[in-house]
């Protein structure tokens, strides 16, 4: 009762003209619990969307057999002995290295909680970065936005623990954009925070390799931004940020050409990630785009983000002046430079990253995955609005008058975003379950999940139960000379290709060769060589050229004879599969006689000395750009063989 009392006399004393400060004081609690509880909730949603559709797809299992030749000492291989970079995101191989050599816990636990820890982290950064554009939480309301639309998206909670990359994209792009936005709005930079900016810039290739563009973009900024105040000459002071960038991205370039033999990773060449196959893309965009009607949420935030920078600036600036630099009227050198080191310099990167980005998946035709190659896009597109503000009229919300527009507008904006949410979560945009339809296109998890009868297929073994995969563990186990196992159209077994006599001591080697790389590279021991006619793992089958009408992914396939050949497989019936021909094996092995072929395969398979690292550096251009053609008979005229079946004389 004292304690009330004198609380009461204290107020008493204070008068009217602390009432004001009072509120002020309490408006700022609530905005910060309002931001914080909005992160949480986000979060926590999320959190609960991606475990809902835990899973680690095949791709995310073949990030796991390089991690298992890792930690046994052979090196980042998927096949001992062969020196191929299979996985593209070199950070996020060794990324889940580390923390599985940390913990010593079962790899496909360890990927599933650096994914989805990843992925968490993006949205805290996005939130992060937003509130420091609109002001931090002080005057204002910071609701959740964008990030609502993101993790509504059904193929942004697929992805959350899929073993890909996915969620360390996105998580380095938060980042980035949380520390461009604190660099872009600091009265003094400090050197630490500055060089720790430009070092998670420089790893954008590491990341991913088209994720060059926005960690250039944003070095590219900073570079020409004006320099903070150092002892160091400007000009030092650039040269130092442009090292520090540089020096992990350059070294492991230098020693990927000198190690693998190219200048990006094999699914780069697999892929044919330079072509075009733009109606393809254009049909990827609109398969995430048009069931989810994602174009409504993007253009009433884009409303909302523009009505929200308005009444900012009307706030800052009350009599409605333009606050410039000095000679802001010429657009001079000086005016742009400063301008780079701006919030709105930041906005307008991440935004034209997403658009550059968005063009460049259309340019190559998208994925085979749903929404998958988007994900970062869209993501880079809703920073700006991850979280926005609201300001509440004078007088609270019985005083509203028409001059409070902008917030009926934004009010309006976060209702109908947090509607669309509610209905996009539930939305299925593929319903052909395993079917693949005409344009390649899948939804890849429930794809999965209804082949392996699983409803969340993690392990390694729970895809045993995909069609052909026990079938391969047991005829490995019934052929212990070795052999080269080729999928039949049987579930139940494997044609073999039989090794010459005699078998050495110990078996002649088992070779796998499979479309689907992961689940039979996890579920078989390190001595089984796992390779596929796509080329992720292969390199003979990358370097050829890309089918025309192939689906989108898996556009490349090479036939079998090679693959006898390359293995030293008997090629003579009865022990050659039934429907190869033998013409045709000898034709690939006159084939794979071609000098260029023959140095394209030592570059990944000889010893790795000094001299071979050399020869690799030098021609690692050279490799990349090296196609072959897939008919043996084919590729014996385009290097100019003698073909031992020459066609007969009409």
Known sequence: MLVAGVERTEYANEGPAAQPARSALRFARLSKA???????????????????????ADDGLIVLRTVRNLLAGNGPVFNEGERVETNTSTAWTYLVWFFSWLTQARLEYVVLGVALTASLAAVVFAMLGASRLWGGPRATLLLPAGVLVYIAIPPARDYVTSGLESGLV????????????????????????????VFLAGLAPLIRPEMT????????????????????????????????????????????????????PNTAV????????????????????????????????????????????????????????????????????????????????????????????????????HGRMLLPQLFLLLLPVAVVPIR??????????????????????????????????????????????????????????????????????????????????????????????????????????????????????????????????????LNVRVIDPMGLAYPLAAHTERLVDGRIGHDKSLYSDWVVVDTGMVDQRPWLPWYMDPKWVAQARTAMSCPATEA???????????????????????FAKYRIDRVPKYEIQRCGLVDPYPQPPR
């Open 34 to 56: 309002t931001f914080v509880g909005g992160i949480v909730l986000t979060v926590v949603l999320f959190a609960v969307g991606g475990w809902q559709r835990r899973w680690i």
């Open 170 to 197: 996105i998580c380095w792009l938060g980042l980035l954009w949380w520390l461009l936005m604190r660099w872009a709005m600091a009265d003094r930079v400090r050197m630490p925070a500055l060089l720790g900016l």
């Open 213 to 264: 563009l926005v960690g250039g973009l944003a070095l590219l900024m900073i570079v020409i931004a004006p320099m903070p105040e150092s002892r160091l000459r400007p000009i030092v002071l650039r040269g130092l940020i442009i090292a520090v960038a540089g020096l992990v991205p350059m070294g492991y370039q230098i020693w990927r050409m000198g190690y693998y033999g190219l200048p990006y």
């Open 270 to 369: 697999a892929k044919d990630a330079g072509g075009a196959k733009w109606g393809q893309g254009f049909t990827y965009l609109w398969d995430l785009v048009g069931p989810y009607y994602l174009w409504v949420p993007l253009l009433v935030l884009l409303a909302a983000g523009v009505v929200a920078a308005r009444a900012k600036s009307a706030e800052a600036d009350p009599a409605g002046r333009h606050v410039a630099p000095e000679s802001a009227h010429r657009w001079n050198a000086r005016v742009v430079r400063e301008w780079l080191r701006s919030p709105a310099a930041v906005v307008t990167l991440v935004l034209l990253s997403g658009f550059l980005l968005t063009l460049y998946a259309l340019r190559v035709g998208g994925d085979f995955m």
């Open 392 to 525: 509440l009229p004078q007088g609270g919300l019985r005083a509203a008058t028409a001059a409070d527009w902008s917030f009926a507008v934004i009010a309006f904006a976060l209702l109908g975003t947090a509607g669309w949410a509610v209905f996009a979560a539930g939305t299925t945009a593929i319903k052909t379950g395993t079917k693949i339809s005409s344009t390649g296109i899948v939804d890849e998890r429930v794809y999965y999940v209804l082949n392996t009868g699983h409803d969340h297929p993690i392990l390694a073994e729970d895809y045993l139960d995909y069609p052909r995969i026990r079938s391969m563990v047991d005829t490995i186990a019934a052929h212990p000379d070795g052999g080269l196992l080729l999928n039949s159209p049987s579930f139940m077994f494997w044609d073999m290709g039989f090794p010459p006599q005699p078998i050495p001591e110990g078996g002649a080697g088992h070779t796998v060769y499979f479309l689907n790389l992961g689940m039979t590279s996890m579920n078989v021991p």
């Open 600 to 622: 394209l395969m030592v570059s990944y398979r000889d010893p790795f000395t000094f001299e071979r690292f050399r020869h690799n550096l030098r021609h690692a251009l050279t």
